[in-house]
């Protein structure tokens, strides 16, 4: 797996709303109510959300 180019603190892998939902395999719908219920952890950076993924009950790969 490759580091993500959004990672510039070295604090975790920070991915796009559409990436993060790509390696979930969920609906970007599904990652931004995670990220509304606080399940994801997110940031801003240069007027784009950014998603850390998670392994969470449900969407595993």
Same mark, same amino acid.
């Given at each position: 797996?490759?580091?993500?180019?959004?990672?510039?603190?070295?604090?975790?892998?920070? +991915?796009?709303?559409?990436?993060?939902? /790509? /390696?979930? /395999?969920?609906?970007?719908?599904?990652? +931004?109510?995670?990220?509304?219920?606080?399940?994801?952890?997110?940031?801003?950076?240069?007027?784009?959300? +950014?998603?850390?993924?998670?392994?969470?009950?449900?969407?595993?790969?």
């Amino acid at each position: 797996m490759t580091a993500s180019p959004w990672d510039d603190d070295g604090t975790g892998e920070w +991915l796009t709303v559409e990436d993060c939902a /790509r /390696r979930m /395999r969920v609906s970007q719908d599904q990652v +931004l109510d995670m990220v509304r219920r606080r399940v994801l952890r997110t940031r801003h950076q240069w007027g784009v959300t +950014l998603v850390q993924p998670a392994i969470v009950s449900g969407a595993v790969e």
